[in-house]
């Protein structure tokens, strides 16, 4: 076999074997929030630290006044924890906040300072961070949001 012949066939063995690594991978990448997932709420929790804490608190608390507007009219980083109204949205709408930043899910005209972070994060993390913070939310909290999940996923069957 000549050289070019034997490297194409290198070359094509090794998209290969990457789509398949790519496809397996990507199977078993969580897709959800499972704050009883302990592996998934470790990783979520050094994300969180890495990528939210800065603006949400390190535990979760939110920037002061967040419920009054900046002066450039955008809203604090508001907290996570129960006190905060991050438990009033299904999973879906926070991924889509996270990734795509504040104005995936805001009227028009709502100015946010939450930035995407789709291009830092990947999706496995999104879904990690978001168990990290529900893990810490009191049970009876938990129960109502994951009503709310149940609600957004009827909806969308419809």
Known sequence: MRPAAVLAVLAIA???AAAAYLIVSSENAPI???PDDPRQVARGKTVYAAECASCHGV???GQPNWRGRNPDGTLPAPPHDASGHTWHHPDAVLFAITRQGGQASAPAGFRSAMPAF???L???DIWAVLAYIKSLWPREIRERQAFLNDRYKAQGER
Do not use: N, Q, T
């Open 118 to 120: 789709g291009s830092r």
């Open 14 to 16: 090794g998209i290969a």
């Open 32 to 34: 959800g929030a499972d």
């Open 59 to 61: 535990r979760l608390e």
């Open 122 to 124: 990947d999706d496995p």
